[in-house]
């Protein structure tokens, strides 16, 4: 997935998009060794999104706008397993949290 996100953003510095487009492109990103999580995220619109009972790997690609107030918040639906968020901003990790516990809950939110 991270080679998916540094393909376009090396075609966006390429073809120099920025010129045409005030957006960024930001993704949400799980990892971790947790067999079931659910996740809570703003998504491109800017409206809570949830998605239940999912596996991690997981990540959510979108267009942000400037100023655009990002959150995701990633809860453990397990009593083992580790959980990691990763928030990026043109295929460059802003922030990342990791959580190893029962039922490990991490959020995120940043301004892109």
């Given at each position: ?17 920025t ?51 990002a ?42």
């Amino acid at each position: 997935m991270i080679r998916i996100i540094f393909i376009i953003c090396l075609f966006c510095i390429i073809f120099n998009c920025t010129l045409f487009s005030p957006l960024s492109e930001a993704a949400y990103e799980v990892t971790g060794t947790a067999t079931l999580v659910d996740i809570t995220f703003k998504n491109s619109d800017g409206k809570i999104s949830v998605h239940k009972n999912k596996k991690p790997p997981w990540i959510y690609i979108f267009q942000a706008k400037p100023r655009f107030v990002a959150f995701f918040s990633v809860q453990s639906k397990v009593k083992t397993g580790s959980i990691t968020a990763r928030l990026y901003k043109e295929g460059e990790v802003l922030k990342s949290v990791s959580a190893d516990s029962a039922f490990a809950f991490v959020a995120i939110r940043d301004t892109l």
